[in-house]
């Protein structure tokens, strides 16, 4: 069934799926999903997304980071959850920091793209 809306490039249709959950505007609400999902959730995710960070990030690379269309931005924006996601994991098998203390993420504002 294909998506009336798509959220993402039509390139990048087998990411859509993670679009609606992981395509977040702020770096603390990817922090906070990172931390309130599962390791097969963020497995899964992980598994589609890790492969297209390159093409992705090319794809983006064709506009300017101040006028990015929305779907391009959608597209940065899961490009970074999935930068979030990735230490997780590849080393720690959990959404926590190991050995990190109580590490947490406040950010007084976000970083402009």
Same mark, same amino acid.
């Given at each position: 069934? =294909?998506?009336?809306?798509? *959220?993402? #490039?039509?390139?990048? $249709?087998?990411?859509?799926?993670?679009?609606?959950?992981? $395509? *977040?505007? =702020?770096? !603390?609400?990817?922090?906070?999903? /990172?931390? =309130? $999902?599962?390791?097969?959730?963020?497995?899964?995710?992980?598994? !589609?997304?890790?492969? !297209?960070?390159?093409? +992705?990030?090319?794809?983006?690379? %064709?506009?300017?980071? &101040? &006028?990015?269309? &929305?779907? +391009? /931005?959608?597209?940065? /924006? *899961?490009? @970074? $959850?999935?930068?979030?996601?990735?230490?997780?994991?590849?080393?720690? @098998?959990?959404? %926590?920091?190991? &050995?990190?203390?109580?590490?947490?993420?406040?950010?007084? =504002?976000? #970083?402009?793209?």
């Amino acid at each position: 069934m =294909t998506n009336i809306n798509p *959220l993402l #490039p039509q390139q990048f $249709s087998e990411l859509e799926g993670f679009a609606a959950v992981w $395509s *977040l505007e =702020t770096e !603390a609400e990817r922090w906070n999903m /990172r931390m =309130t $999902s599962s390791m097969a959730t963020m497995q899964a995710f992980y598994d !589609a997304g890790f492969p !297209a960070l390159q093409d +992705a990030l090319a794809y983006c690379d %064709k506009f300017p980071l &101040d &006028d990015l269309p &929305d779907d +391009a /931005r959608n597209l940065l /924006r *899961l490009v @970074h $959850s999935v930068i979030m996601v990735a230490m997780c994991v590849e080393i720690w @098998h959990q959404p %926590k920091v190991v &050995d990190g203390g109580d590490a947490v993420l406040n950010r007084l =504002t976000e #970083p402009s793209f």
